[in-house]
């Protein structure tokens, strides 16, 4: 097994984030509309962002610290326990391979609608193995192709959003449609607009994924996903007020690609290429960043032994973790092969959500174990710590708890497969020998233990061990 290629830089960090969740302004959120008009999309948004904005702070100060390949699981792993980071594991590579999977089946359902003899699952699985084909070649290849397909989508909806404003080429927008069904069902919308409030954000956590490629990670990582959460709450707020003035209520709530179908209704032939551009080109960069972090989060789960060490090995040549990459393939197609785009949605989210719990409170765990904040420790320190991070946490569970209108039974089957791995996965632990070290860059200049040593201690202070010589 050989070492992961170190090459990537902040702008491959921001393209692997903003990759993978712009596609959630391009289609999907306006769910939140069905559920609780502009208003109850409009607090989704807000609501969903705030815990997004705390996710990707605590991301940036894990991924940063600990420049693992695994990510969430990695810190968990280090900081909670084992069965917990197996879960969280799992629920990621869970939550990208089902998005992957919505992915390709938007692009063959936007294929069909131009040429009506083309099969959906056929488009959906072609894009899938070429984007696999591309990962299987190294990080900084399929990274730097996201840079590119995320960088048209963005300049897309930008130019949208200026048109729609300054009424330059559309001008049927009006803004009676940001006030009319803007409350259809009261109070109980807004509240159930949440479920689909992750859509805006699902995934930007994942930009930390590459931590172990990037060249300087400690730079990097905070710069790249910080850089990657402000433009998505900006492409955010655009994309609700450019929809809400071009569709009505009804139409907007039930739209597969709600940002191109607002350019049709817009009648700006140029605005209608420029936005079916940008939801392939969308669709392909999220497709594409979420078989890197998948493979990644399986890799870190085959190093540790939780699942066979056959997909722990790294490509001679690429540097990649092909196997792990190759095996995306038949999940996603499990997935893309049932058609059914909310409930793949759902599925995502929910997984996503287990995320969402346990990394705030790995961050947690990580400063009460390593309180020392130098900048070899802590290259970023988030602010507000850990009031934010238990804030993100509450808004996670009242996330989740709104999937008690309409998905209470993928609640229920999300929550027991969940559970049954946890049991799983810590018997399995407990059946193998760990032989990875997760080793800090910084722990043996300190002289401080292993993280599973100090996992068992209420606090591990800066001057147990040797920790003063950071000072």
């Not at 850089?227 to 955010?236: C, D, K, P, Q």
Request: hydrophobic share 50%.
């Amino acid at each position: 097994m050989s070492d992961l290629e170190k090459k990537l830089r902040p702008y491959h960090v921001w393209a692997l984030g903003v990759g993978i969740v712009l596609v959630g302004e391009y289609m999907g959120w306006n769910f939140t509309v069905a559920k609780g008009g502009i208003i109850g999309s409009l607090f989704a948004m807000l609501v969903a962002g705030l815990m997004y904005i705390i996710i990707a702070i605590c991301a940036s100060e894990l991924g940063s610290s600990t420049k693992l390949a695994g990510g969430p699981y990695d810190w968990v792993r280090l900081f909670v326990g084992p069965g917990a980071a197996a879960i969280v594991g799992l629920a990621v590579y869970m939550e990208y391979i089902a998005l992957s999977a919505g992915d390709s089946i938007v692009v063959g359902q936007l294929a069909q609608v131009y040429f009506e003899w083309i099969d959906v699952k056929a488009v959906a699985m072609l894009i899938l193995a070429i984007l696999t084909l591309i990962n299987y070649r190294g990080a900084v290849t399929a990274l730097t192709l996201n840079f590119f397909l995320t960088f048209v989508s963005a300049i897309a909806v930008v130019i949208f959003f200026v048109a729609s404003v300054t009424g330059i080429g559309v001008p049927n927008f009006s803004f009676d449609g940001l006030f009319s069904g803007a409350m259809p069902y009261g109070l109980v919308g807004v509240f159930a607009a949440m479920q689909f409030g992750p859509w805006f954000y699902l995934g930007i956590e994942g930009a930390a994924m590459c931590a172990e490629e990037c060249k300087r990670p400690t730079r990097a990582v905070p710069l790249g996903q910080q850089a990657g959460m402000i433009t998505l709450a900006l492409m955010a707020g655009m994309t609700v007020f450019i929809c809400a003035g071009l569709m009505g209520f009804a139409e907007l709530g039930a739209s597969v690609y709600p940002l191109y179908e607002a350019a049709v209704n817009s009648g700006a032939i140029v605005l209608v290429i420029l936005l079916g551009i940008g939801t392939v080109f969308t669709c392909l960069a999220s497709s594409n960043g979420c078989i890197n972090d998948s493979s990644r989060s399986w890799l870190a789960l085959a190093r540790d032994g939780f699942i066979t060490d056959w997909f722990a090995d790294v490509h001679p040549k690429y540097k990649s973790p092909f196997k792990a990459i190759i095996f995306t393939i038949p999940v996603s197609a499990g997935f893309a092969f049932s058609g059914y785009l909310d409930q793949v949605i759902t599925f995502s989210i929910m997984s996503g959500l287990v995320c969402y719990v346990l990394i705030p409170f790995a961050l947690i765990r990580f400063r009460k174990m390593y309180p020392t904040t130098n900048s070899l420790i802590r290259p970023f320190a988030g602010p507000l710590q850990p009031y934010i991070a238990m804030l993100a946490m509450g808004i996670a569970i009242l996330i989740m708890s709104t999937f008690f209108w309409a998905y209470i039974s993928n609640l229920l089957f999300a929550l027991l497969f969940y559970i049954i791995a946890y049991f799983y996965f810590t018997w399995r632990y407990k059946k193998i020998k760990v032989e990875r070290s997760k080793e800090f860059s910084w722990k043996d200049k300190l002289g401080w233990p292993d993280p599973e040593v100090a996992h068992g201690q209420k606090r591990f202070t800066a001057q147990t061990g040797g920790g003063n010589n950071g000072k």
